[in-house]
């Protein structure tokens, strides 16, 4: 039998599925093998056996079509204990899934309070880039500034084609047609704490917003912190999860040398760089240095681009 996970916690995992939900466990062998990253995620399909108790034993998890992960931070209590730290806050060797077969990546800012961070929007559109999901961006809080001036704001965004959306949980412009690209799909939400996920939310459906919230929050009280991971279902069908306590994201599986094929206007530039293995940094003929100088490629966009190829995390 088959079921869809839509929670996971503390290695339980509840599963969706024609005979109702159960909660399982992983299959002890599944367990055994070295742990690189998260065995299951929330969006996975698994093989399941169902048990006499309303629970289930998690047998196979079904190939991923994509997923969106990052390396795991390194919890304060952990890094105090590593004296070999280089200062780093994520553990480059485990991968955190945030979130497996997701249909669309939905960036969630408000255009004021607080003021979007390009760099954060630009570390999710690579990683949408690289797993081939689409992705749009929602421009929220647009009550409190013109239309124009948002537009202006988001234009290197639109004239790359990826789709902006903008919205106001108080007047609600823009809420039919959020809740129209949600309805059926499956949606990982981000976006920096305060730009109006759970407004949004409880407006398209109410309650919906407090419910992830309340997850949320479980997940950062005390020391040891409870990752939970859940898929809320849409009245009219389709997922909705969230990225609890998001602040950083730092690539789990982008290797610098790859990252200018994330950013499209890049990518179609590198061809007619002279040296095959070009950087886009300082070599000469470099086509992408050459766009920036034009203005064809946005400084910003620019920047994001060096900034996550000599490493920073943001
Ligand atoms: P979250 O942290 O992303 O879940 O954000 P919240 O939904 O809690 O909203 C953060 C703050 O922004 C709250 O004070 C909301 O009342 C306010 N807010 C949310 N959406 C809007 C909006 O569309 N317009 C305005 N003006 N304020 C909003
Ligand atoms: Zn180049």
């Known amino acids: ?16 599925t024609e005979i109702g939900q159960l909660i399982c466990h992983l299959r002890g062998k599944l367990q055994k093998e070295r742990i690189h990253g998260d065995l299951v995620a929330i969006g996975d399909w698994v ?32 890094k105090s204990d590593d004296t070999t730290s280089t200062g780093s806050d ?20 408000s255009i004021t309070k607080p003021t979007p961070r390009f760099g954060m929007i630009d570390r999710f559109l690579v ?12 421009v929220n809080k647009i009550d409190l500034i013109s239309k124009e001036l948002a537009e202006t704001y988001f234009a290197p965004y639109k004239d790359l084609d990826y789709d902006v959306i903008y919205t106001s949980a108080f007047s609600g412009q823009g809420l039919e047609d959020l809740m129209n690209r949600l309805q059926a799909k499956v949606s990982l939400l981000t976006g920096p704490s305060g730009a109006g996920k759970t407004s949004l939310l409880n407006s398209i459906q109410p309650g919906l917003g407090l419910e992830v919230r309340q997850v949320s929050h479980v997940t950062s009280k005390g ?91 943001e």
Not at 1 to 16: A, K, P, W
Not at 129 to 134: A, G, T
Request: a neutral charge.
């Open 1 to 16: 039998m088959q079921g869809l996970v839509i929670r996971s916690q503390s290695g339980f995992y509840t599963i969706e």
């Open 47 to 78: 093989d399941f056996t169902p048990l006499d108790d309303h629970t289930g034993v998690i047998e196979k998890i079904i190939t991923r079509k994509c997923m969106i992960s990052r390396s795991a931070p390194i919890s304060r209590k952990a």
């Open 90 to 109: 994520f553990n480059r060797s485990y991968q955190q899934i945030l979130i497996a077969n997701p249909d669309q990546l939905v960036l969630v800012f």
């Open 127 to 138: 990683i949408s880039e690289k797993q081939d999901v689409p992705v749009f961006i929602v």
């Open 223 to 313: 020391r040891h912190t409870t990752v939970v991971r859940q898929l809320f279902p849409l009245d009219g069908g389709g997922y909705v999860a969230d990225t609890p306590g998001l602040k950083a994201l730092a690539f789990w599986d982008i290797k610098p040398e790859e990252l200018d094929g994330y950013f499209p206007e890049i990518r179609k530039l590198v061809a007619n760089c002279q040296f095959s293995d070009c950087s886009h940094s300082h070599e000469p003929g470099c086509a992408v240095l050459k766009a920036v100088q034009e203005g064809i490629i946005h400084p910003k966009r620019y920047s994001s681009y060096l900034r996550i190829r000599y490493g920073d995390v």
